[in-house]
């Protein structure tokens, strides 16, 4: 049974409606302002999509688009979204990397004793 969601074209309220067929709802009205004007919307869907066709989208130009390779934080959030694209929990060590990055600073800029540091630790 789908649930279809509709604009109240008297007060713009939106509501969703449960229904038992397919076919238009018989007497609906706005459970606002009780008017029968109600226009049915376009409702968003989700769609499963492959490994494949997950990757095919990160290799796509068009997803760098936004990404300034000098600014740590703009690349910090396109890995999260690389990450969240995945759906796999990507270890310690990324969110630590994507963390600092997004506090400004770029893996690159770690010092030698950093880096030890951050070995030892």
Do not use: H
Not at 47 to 76: G, I, K, Q, T, Y
Not at 79 to 89: I, P, S, Y
Request: glycine share 6%; with cysteine; aromatic share 6%.
């Amino acid at each position: 049974m789908p649930i279809y969601e509709y604009k109240c074209a008297n007060c713009g309220r939106i509501s969703s409606v449960l229904t038992r067929t397919y076919g238009a709802p018989d007497q609906l009205v706005c459970s606002k302002c009780g008017k029968p004007d109600l226009r049915r919307l376009v409702s968003r869907f989700a769609v499963v999509r492959s490994e494949e066709s997950r990757l095919e989208a990160m290799a796509d130009p068009s997803a760098f688009a936004d990404v300034d390779e000098n600014d740590p934080r703009s690349v910090a959030r396109w890995a999260k979204r690389m990450g969240r694209e995945m759906g796999e929990d990507l270890g310690e060590e990324f969110d630590e990397m994507v963390e600092r990055m997004e506090a400004g600073e770029m893996p690159d800029d770690l010092g030698p004793d950093e880096e030890a540091q951050d070995q030892l630790d």
